[in-house]
């Protein structure tokens, strides 16, 4: 994924990835690496607990959404779907967004 990320980075596409802390995990330095080679490519880290939406969203619109571990290899039975839709992209943005 770094790779396709690094092509939108040098398109200046900025990109933020919200997940949970490395204290929130079993195993910490391994992904306390990987954390380190997204801030190191310039992804915007967003720390956040006790989450565990799995989704991404692409120019506001675009919004992959499952069970698959979209930075991680996921297993068999996981499934993810697109849609377009500039109001389901918004309403998860605002759900993971401070109050």
Excluded: C
């Amino acid at each position: 994924m770094l790779e396709l990320m690094r092509v939108a980075l040098d398109q200046n596409i900025n990109i933020t990835i919200i997940t949970r802390p490395a204290t929130d995990f079993k195993d910490k330095p391994v992904l306390e690496d990987t954390l380190g080679l997204l801030k190191k490519a310039d992804i915007n880290l967003v720390f956040k607990s006790n989450i565990h939406q799995k989704y991404a969203v692409i120019d506001q619109r675009i919004v992959w959404y499952g069970s698959i571990n979209l930075l991680s290899f996921g297993r068999a039975e996981e499934n993810i779907m697109r849609l377009n839709s500039p109001n389901i992209a918004k309403e998860l943005i605002r759900s993971i967004s401070p109050v």
